[in-house]
């Protein structure tokens, strides 16, 4: 059974950093696919980042995204972080990581219903 669980949310100052991080248990398939979505309240939630657990190749939802973000695996994908710098009120979210059974290099965007394991969520709010 796969789990995901997110830590690392808080409240951040404009400006600030922070680093996310999802720990990844239950894959039985080498390759799939970790990604990170955030919610804000009252809107969709939508994709961020993604990477692949065959060889960490990586995509970000837009280029601002990729300009401040990054997503990165450690310890063969059993944890995957999202490092986020110069972080904006627009970025305060709940923000979810989830899993596919689906090969990284077969997906397309960042599609919700693309992936199949949720974690609970972390939230970040950024405030002065």
């Known amino acids: 059974e796969v789990h995901l669980v997110e830590s690392g949310g808080g409240l951040v100052q404009p400006g600030g950093s922070l680093k996310l991080s999802c720990a990844v248990s239950g894959f039985t398939s080498e390759d799939y696919t970790i990604g990170w979505f955030r919610q804000a309240p009252g809107k969709e939630r939508t994709g961020v980042a993604s990477?692949?657990?065959?060889?960490?190749?990586?995509?970000y939802i837009t280029e601002s995204v990729r300009a401040r973000f990054t997503i990165s695996s450690d310890n063969n994908m059993n944890t995957v972080h999202l490092q986020m710098y110069k972080v904006k009120p627009e970025d305060t979210a709940v923000y979810y990581c989830?899993?596919?059974?689906?090969?990284?290099?077969?997906?397309?965007?960042?599609?919700?219903?693309?992936?199949?394991?949720w974690g609970r969520g972390t939230q970040l709010t950024v405030s002065s």
């Open positions: 989830a899993g596919s059974d689906v090969s990284w290099f077969r997906l397309r965007g960042m599609g919700a219903g693309d992936y199949h394991y």
């Open positions: 990477i692949s657990s065959d060889d960490g190749s990586t995509y």
